[in-house]
């Protein structure tokens, strides 16, 4: 590709490569548990980032990952979790919109955070950001 594509998609793919040698390097000396939640940790906001994409980067098979998490919460509980927790903050600290929030926090469809974000939580996303807000005001 040539001009300002070509620079997009070469720049992309830089972005990319920094991206892998970084984790990388950081997780290097951590056990193949913590480098895949450091992982999680980094690419939850990504709408399109799937369990496959940690088998795939750590060269992995979706049941070799399952094993590693067999005592505790599943990849796709801690996924998720992340997510609700993130949304959690954002709409106690922010006045973006809830669909917003929830792809901010890597849902591509609002119905679908909006059912997690009930089924985690016990409370719509809205009823969180006014609980949040009225327990601030109480302390302050």
Same mark, same amino acid.
């Given at each position: 590709?040539?001009?300002?594509? !070509?620079?997009? *998609?070469?720049?992309?793919?830089?972005? *990319?490569?920094?991206?892998?040698?970084?984790?990388?390097?950081?997780?290097?000396?951590?056990?193949?548990?913590? @480098?895949?939640?450091?992982?999680?940790?980094? =690419? &939850?906001?990504?709408?399109? &980032?799937?369990?496959?994409?940690?088998?795939?980067? &750590?060269?992995?098979? =979706?049941?070799?990952?399952?094993?590693?998490?067999?005592?505790g919460n599943t990849v796709k509980d801690i996924l998720i979790k992340k997510r609700i927790s993130?949304?959690? #903050?954002?709409?106690?600290? *922010?006045?973006?919109?809830?669909?917003?929030?929830?792809?901010?926090? !890597?849902?591509?469809?609002?119905? =679908?955070?909006?059912?997690?974000?009930?089924? =985690?939580?016990?409370?719509?996303?809205? @009823?969180?950001? #006014?609980? *949040?807000?009225? #327990?601030?005001?109480? /302390? /302050?």
């Amino acid at each position: 590709q040539t001009g300002e594509a !070509g620079y997009f *998609s070469a720049l992309a793919l830089f972005y *990319s490569i920094m991206d892998v040698v970084s984790i990388k390097q950081k997780v290097r000396a951590q056990t193949l548990r913590e @480098q895949v939640l450091f992982y999680i940790d980094i =690419h &939850f906001p990504e709408s399109n &980032f799937k369990i496959s994409n940690i088998c795939t980067f &750590f060269n992995i098979s =979706h049941s070799y990952l399952c094993s590693l998490f067999k005592e505790g919460n599943t990849v796709k509980d801690i996924l998720i979790k992340k997510r609700i927790s993130e949304a959690k #903050r954002l709409l106690a600290e *922010s006045d973006l919109l809830v669909g917003e929030i929830g792809r901010a926090v !890597g849902f591509a469809n609002i119905d =679908h955070f909006m059912k997690a974000f009930k089924l =985690h939580t016990g409370m719509t996303a809205a @009823q969180y950001r #006014r609980f *949040s807000r009225n #327990r601030d005001d109480e /302390n /302050n």
